[in-house]
Antibody, heavy 121, light 111 residues
Framework: QVTLRESGPALVKPTQTLTLTCTFSGFSLSTSGMCVSWIRQPPGKALEWLALIDWDDDKYYSTSLKTRLTISKDTSKNQVVLTMTNMDPVDTATYYC?????????????WGQGTLVTVSS | QSALTQPASVSGSPGQSITISCTGTSSDVGSYNLVSWYQQHPGKAPKLMIYEVSKRPSGVSNRFSGSKSGNTASLTISGLQAEDEADYYCCSYAGSSTLWVFGGGTKLTVL
């Protein structure tokens, strides 16, 4: 059974750095083709893909946010971490992590329940 | 502004069919058969409904179908049911630099 769960602070101040952790089970990020992405959704707005890390430790970022994002993984802990620097109120959103698989399942087949992050002083 | 364009809202009566369009460019929808659709009920995580343009995951009703023509993908829901009322998002692979782009979402109302 595949599950993902996001964790991190519910409130951050402007200019601070956000660190979110995705803890997953039911699959291994050391398996060929496996990927985990971060996707966010501001309240009442659309989904936005942010970053992806694959089994080979290749990393991909949203063009518009790549200077602020860092994605990393700890395979032994089944965790993927996203950091976003210089947080702003417009970054207030629910942040999701989701699984995909290169060349096997190029879509997000499992999602976490999401974690709401509010940026406010 | 989202990369893929969807109508903000569509509506239909129970039993009817509706279609939601998702328009991209030759760099995303038009170039790859990697369009997926997600259903999202309020306060819930998105759920995969269609992948690779027209394939249904196990457990998804065959009332949901997908297609693509040129730079536009479409999701059709037939035999509308009250439980179909939700937001729907399309997503497309967009190449090795951008990877994934989403649509702006469509709110489906079952009248």
């Amino acid at each position: 059974q595949v599950t993902l769960r996001e964790s991190g602070p519910a409130l951050v101040k402007p200019t601070q750095t956000l660190t979110l952790t995705c803890t997953f089970s039911g699959f291994s990020l050391s398996t060929s083709g496996m990927c985990v992405s971060w996707i966010r959704q501001p309240p009442g707005k659309a989904l936005e893909w942010l970053a992806l890390i694959d089994w080979d430790d290749d990393k991909y970022y949203s063009t518009s946010l790549k200077t602020r994002l860092t994605i990393s993984k700890d395979t032994s802990k089944n965790q993927v971490v996203l950091t976003m620097t210089n947080m702003d109120p417009v970054d207030t959103a629910t942040y999701y992590c989701a699984r995909s698989r290169i060349a096997v399942a190029e879509y997000f087949d499992y999602w976490g329940q999401g974690t709401l992050v509010t940026v406010s002083s | 502004q989202s990369a893929l364009t969807q109508p903000a809202s569509v509506s239909g009566s129970p039993g009817q069919s509706i279609t939601i369009s998702c328009t991209g460019t030759s760099s995303d929808v038009g170039s790859y058969n990697l369009v997926s659709w997600y259903q999202q009920h309020p306060g819930k995580a998105p759920k995969l409904m269609i992948y690779e343009v027209s394939k249904r995951p196990s457990g998804v009703s065959n009332r949901f179908s997908g297609s693509k023509s040129g730079n536009t993908a479409s999701l059709t829901i037939s035999g509308l049911q009250a439980e179909d009322e939700a937001d729907y998002y399309c997503c497309s692979y967009a190449g090795s630099s951008t990877l994934w782009v989403f649509g702006g979402g469509t709110k489906l109302t079952v009248l």
